[in-house]
């Protein structure tokens, strides 16, 4: 390790520190894992309630965690390039010996395993400092659980603006300077929702790439786990070791030819890029900003040398209904005794209601509605290495906005919000969302680029060419919120 005075000039500026650059840092001996997880539990407790990130830290198992991985750069067999990096855990996966609520507080228990992602992010050497904060069961595209549970996720550019949801405390959590970087979950763009709504780049990944067992092999097949952080090179990294199969999974994504972190940076080539901005699972309008960054990053795409071409959207509207029913019986999978049903918040009393009313045949029918029209959908697109779409239709609203409306209203909000990511869990696609530029007010705005099935490699390439891509004014890795970092 580093003299006491160097050791504290570089503590300081830990948290400012992504990923990678951490693992630099432990490798050179400049700073040690034990130090860093100091450093985060404690600013994760001051701050961590402001933005809504954590339901709980997880104290010990992080020193456990750090002291081991300390010995490992010591003795110079780090477990990945990742070892010793803090990486919390969503509320919705499992952590063996930790408590979970999923968001809810008609849920309760101590886990007994590790889910398949958590256990594959132990492996590498990683450092659980936390459960993340989220909304009951994952369902709502923003983060307001029960107050006894956690405070709502706030986005740290401005804390009266929802962090966005289902991975909305992982997001804040990152955002604010918590955490390096986080592992969130996406069924229906609950990875690129927060992302957008905090400033960070965050990847969906393709069905498949990363293990949903051993119990989370939804119905429909729409939930994936996936990384957030503040690059795509951090992104691409923790990908890295999260991209793990385990016997029995449904399935298999072809291993890629290199590293996902060697892709992060690599030259693109000239891609053939479609794109639309008219919304598909809802008949409102997109913001002018939201448009403008979409314009902006086309254009740039354009100057960079890709063939950049219109494109409808792939998706017909009559996916909705389908997407919808199988959604309202997701929300009816968490266990739960009759007693407690009343203590469900009312979205999701609201879905539960819905799904009890779908058959066995209805609900097969819209699983294979929903394949179909995946299959029509890639094979629309089949043409282009990409598509480029907004990320949101908006930006970020008020925390409490889709709650102050009936639980109808609240769905109708949350689809003219998020209507371009839903339709990716449904095809099975990887999409990454990018920040492009703050908006009037200061918030970030985002575009979501979508590959090919299987190919996150080339999405990270885009997706990196495009931080490069950025105008000059809005220099992101100099761009801080207001919130964590002042």
């Not at 092999?217 to 990908?239: C, E, I, K, M």
């Not at 819905?354 to 509605?369: D, F, P």
């Not at 769905?411 to 449904?426: L, M, S």
């Amino acid at each position: 390790m580093a003299a006491s005075g160097e050791v504290q000039e570089v503590v300081r500026s830990v948290h400012e520190l992504g990923a990678l650059d951490l693992a630099a840092e432990y490798a050179s001996g400049s700073l040690s894992p034990v130090e860093v997880v100091d450093i985060y539990l404690e600013r994760s407790s001051e701050l961590g309630d402001g933005v809504g990130a954590f339901v709980r830290l997880t104290e010990d198992l992080a020193h456990r965690q750090a002291r081991a991985s300390e010995a490992r750069w010591r003795d110079g067999e780090p477990l990945s390039p990742l070892d010793g990096v803090p990486v919390p855990i969503k509320d919705l996966n499992f952590v063996a010996g930790e408590r979970a609520q999923l968001g809810s507080v008609a849920f309760d228990m101590v886990a007994e395993q590790d889910d398949n992602v958590v256990l594959a992010l132990k492996d590498a050497g990683t450092i659980c400092t936390g459960a993340t904060n989220t909304p009951e069961f994952g369902l709502p595209c923003y983060t307001e659980p029960d107050p006894s549970i956690a405070a709502p996720a706030r986005s740290p550019w401005d804390v009266s603006r929802s962090a966005g949801g289902s991975s909305g405390g992982a997001a804040a959590a990152v955002a604010a300077g918590l955490a390096p970087i986080a592992q969130g979950s996406d069924g229906g763009g609950s990875i690129r929702i927060p992302a957008s709504c905090c400033g960070l780049v965050g990847l969906k990944t393709s069905r498949g790439r990363v293990s949903n067992g051993p119990l989370r092999d939804a119905v429909g097949d729409l939930p994936v786990n996936g990384p957030l952080g503040r690059s795509v090179a951090d992104v691409a990294a923790l990908l890295d070791v999260m991209a793990r199969a385990f016997p029995g999974d449904p399935y298999a994504a072809p291993a890629p030819a290199t590293t996902f972190a060697s892709a992060a940076g690599s030259d693109p080539g000239r891609r053939r890029i479609g794109r639309y901005a008219r919304p598909v699972i809802s008949d409102g309008a997109v913001d002018g900003e939201c448009l403008a960054a979409w314009e902006e990053a086309s254009a740039a795409l354009t100057r960079a040398g890709h063939m950049i071409e219109d494109i409808d959207p792939p998706f017909p509207i009559e996916a909705v209904a389908w997407f919808e029913t199988v959604w309202s019986v997701l929300a009816c999978l968490t266990p739960i005794a009759p007693e407690r049903e009343g203590d469900l918040q009312p979205l999701t009393r609201w879905l539960r209601e819905r799904g009890r009313k779908v058959g066995g045949v209805e609900l097969a029918q819209a699983i294979s509605m929903m394949r179909l029209l995946a299959r029509l959908a890639q094979s629309a697109t089949a043409g282009y290495d990409a598509v480029l779409t907004p990320a949101l239709a908006m930006p970020p609203p008020e925390v409490g906005w889709f709650t102050e409306v009936d639980p109808a209203d609240n769905f109708d909000r949350q689809k003219g919000f998020t209507p371009f990511t839903a339709p990716y869990n449904v095809t099975g696609q990887p999409a990454i969302v990018v920040p492009w530029s703050l908006g009037s007010t200061g918030l970030p705005i985002s575009v979501q680029l979508v590959g090919r099935m299987y190919d996150e490699s080339s999405l990270l390439s885009l997706g990196s060419q495009l931080e490069v891509l950025r105008p000059a004014s809005n220099l992101w890795r100099e761009l801080r919120p207001a919130y964590g970092w002042s």
